[in-house]
Structure formats: structure tokens, C-alpha cells
């Protein structure tokens, strides 16, 4: 069977965000150490499915082969992300927006706050977004008082005011 070739996307080759927490960094490890755990159970079981013989139609052989490859590469990129990970010590006397920085902003009809950390730990839903992201870019540098505008796609551009840094 052949597989198709597709052309790789805009995001393929870029490298994970090295600006952890703490708490992230802990959790990477965490899991790290889980799977080095599992990869000689993983090895053992590909071992034993070898021993049956026929490679081309042992088909729980190739599973369990593609599984421990899998575990390998997740290593890999895990031990690769904390090798360069760098932990975000925000700066709590700083007035001006930092990777760490707690910012309240105003538009012409709400008021939001965020915590401004690095894309591994986003989730806007919770008030976390990337410094990467749009308003994140804008924000930072910036300080309490200061107005920024951001083009949101398929909107127009939205005003905001910086009310507070913790």
C-alpha cells in the first residue's frame, strides 16, 4: 500500500515553545519518567511477538513495534523540550508585561484578565494565552495605562487599555 505525500504545513517544523512554569516543567518530567518506565515492558512484549516468526503477517508484532516506536519519539521530544526549557520567573514589582505578567485590559465594554505565559500553557478559555498570540504580542513591553490595538482575524481592530499588571 502506498501512502500518500503531502506537503508539510506551515507549522511542521517549528520547535515547541521553551518557556515553561515550573509546574509545566515538573509535569514534563513527570511524564518523561512514566514512559521510561514502560519502554523496557514495551520491548519485552516486541521481543516475544518476534519470536513468533512470519514479520510480514504478524500483524500484533507491528502494532506492538509501532508502539514502542511511538514511545521513543515522545522521549525524544520530551527530553529535547526540557534540555531547553527555560522557567518564566515573573518579575511581581515589574510595571511593565512579562512572560508571567497578570494583566487587566478594558475594551469599550468589558474588562479581562489574563496571564500571559508560554504556548505550551495556553488556554484562553481559563484567561492563559501565548505571548505568541496577538494580544499577548501586543502586550508585552507595555505598561499599566497604555492603549494597544489588535487586528483579531475577521474582525475589526479592537482597542484595549491596560488597567493593571500584577
Known amino acids: 500500500m502506498r501512502l500518500p505525500i503531502r506537503k508539510p504545513g506551515k507549522y511542521t517544523h517549528l520547535k ?18 512514566r514512559l ?37 519519539q515522545r522521549i525524544l521530544e520530551i527530553e529535547d523540550q526540557l534540555r531547553r526549557a527555560v522557567i518564566i520567573r515573573p518579575n511581581r514589582h515589574s510595571n511593565i508585561v512579562q512572560l508571567g505578567s497578570s494583566v487587566t485590559i478594558a475594551t469599550a465594554n468589558r474588562t479581562k484578565t489574563f496571564l500571559i505565559l508560554g504556548s505550551a500553557e495556553t ?29 483579531l482575524a475577521g474582525q475589526e481592530e479592537v482597542e484595549y487599555k491596560i488597567i493593571k499588571i500584577t
Open 16 to 33: 515547541p515553545d521553551q518557556n515553561l512554569t515550573e509546574a509545566k516543567y515538573n509535569e514534563l518530567k513527570n511524564k518523561l519518567d
Open 123 to 151: 488556554n484562553p478559555g481559563r484567561g492563559i494565552i501565548s505571548s505568541r498570540s496577538p494580544l499577548g504580542a501586543g502586550l508585552m513591553g507595555k505598561m499599566a495605562g497604555d492603549k494597544i490595538k489588535i487586528k
Open 36 to 72: 521510561l518506565l514502560n519502554r523496557p515492558r514495551l520491548a519485552e512484549e516486541v521481543k516475544q511477538l518476534a519470536e513468533l516468526g512470519d514479520f510480514s503477517e504478524n500483524a500484533a508484532y507491528q502494532i506492538a513495534k509501532g508502539r514502542l516506536r511511538g514511545v521513543n
